[in-house]
């Protein structure tokens, strides 16, 4: 199959969360399995910065936005063998935050994103590349399923070409001022209730979500927890109106970038057959972060996005009493400017037990989870979940919450048969610290943590399974597609 990859950020070019992991990972596994993949993204500051061998393919892109009729570029780079197209627009996206900064999103985020749905659309039939599916993430990418429904809908370019959105996080959606719809050109007719109207704003996922041949969400478990109140945002009733083509699908890990025993930023390799070069590399974190060389104080981590819905409330509640507990704690991360401040005011203030990074570093994080020994994954909900599968691939033990990606992917260790972490239901710092107590007593079982670790060092989360699934559902889009025309 001919598929294009369409995402507002994808690893290593740009990223802020897993979905730019997801669409690196799968193009890679989708290649691996004979079909003709490409990826098109924003061509971002971050990704100019890097100085990456591109060439301008002189594409005559002439998109209006507001008025305004806007000249854009392409320019075409690589992720391995995959060419990856990169949407050049400097007034866009030569800026320091993909959607924001810490202060807010971009107030222009709908011009934006608007450009680069219609940019995409137009730039394919020039660069020669007709795919069988167009695989869409997020919100960002929303417009382009109503575009192909709408005024493009006779043409023949597209007539066999399938639509696939992807939810990453249905907490984004995409919602703007009513009068963006006519900014960014679309249908007035397209302002109700049964479109892309929602509650008096213009949303670009429900225009996904309504429009897509096929929706998919990134686990199982997410995918029935987004059809009900709790946690559907308001979206519930759509995505249950769509349940026939919604479908959850797990996803992996790229087990050749996320591999310990051949991590350059580790200072011992190691595996399930050769588990002792993790200790090694606990004492070098120790070393490294300020922390006391004692081997046998277990190092609780946590590399996340500083955002509530990562738990983070629930940490902070719990913290005078985790702190009783004979641990160390490590963070990095960065986010919302109310847990950075919380934080920030710990880096200091348990030395030799607590280290606290604001902001992101790839090689301290590969780092953490080699020398970690818990890996908490607090989530008041989270859709997937790659930090879990990457911490139990370096051998540190998930402690999450029973939630979306996390419930479908950590089985507790205190169950039969014996799992491979540690959960917890109730969004409480009471409930967190019971499955911490859970976790610190295995720990002081030197053979059974042993057994754990193993068994975490030998878990497949890789993508070959997930990514057949989806090419199961390229093929349905693709023909679903075909039935309307």
Known sequence: MKILLVASEVTPFAKTGGLADVAAALPRALARLGHDVRIFMPWYHSVSEQRLATEPLNLALEVEI?????????????????????????????????????????????????????????????????????????????LIPVLLRGERSKDPFYAGTGTVITIHNLGYQGLFPAETLSELGLDPALFHMGGLEYYGQLSFLKGGLLFADRITTVSPTYCEEIQTP???????????????????????????????????????????????????????????????????????????????????????????????????????GDGEQHHREFFRKLQNRYRGRVSITLGFDDSLARQIYAGSDLFLMPSHYEPCGLGQLIALRYGSIPLVRRTGGLADTVRDADQTPPGNGFLFGPPTATALLQALDRALKRYRDSSGWNRLVAGALSEDFSWERSARRYVEIYQQARESRKKLN
């Open 230 to 332: 709790l946690f559907g945002h308001g979206f519930e009733g759509i995505l249950q109106g769509r349940r026939k083509d919604l479908l959850g699908i797990l996803n992996g890990i790229d087990c050749k970038q996320w591999d310990p025993e051949r991590d350059l930023a580790l200072v011992a390799p190691y595996s399930a057959a050769h588990p002792e070069g993790k200790e090694r590399n606990k004492q070098a974190l120790q070393e490294q972060l300020g922390l006391d060389a004692d081997e046998r104080q277990p190092v609780l981590a946590m590399i996340t996005r500083l955002a509530t819905q990562k738990g983070l409330d629930i940490l902070e509640a719990a913290w005078p009493r985790l702190m009783r507990r004979s641990l160390q704690f490590v963070l990095l």
């Open 66 to 142: 507001a008025g305004v009729m806007r000249s854009a570029e392409v320019r075409r780079g690589w992720l391995g063998d995959i060419p990856v197209y990169f949407l050049d627009y400097p007034e866009f996206f030569q800026r320091q935050g993909l959607y924001g900064t810490p202060a807010g999103d971009y107030p222009d985020n709908a011009w934006r994103f608007g450009l680069f749905c219609r940019a995409v659309l137009d730039a394919l039939p020039q660069l020669d590349f007709q795919p069988d599916v167009l695989h869409l993430n997020d919100w960002q990418t929303g």
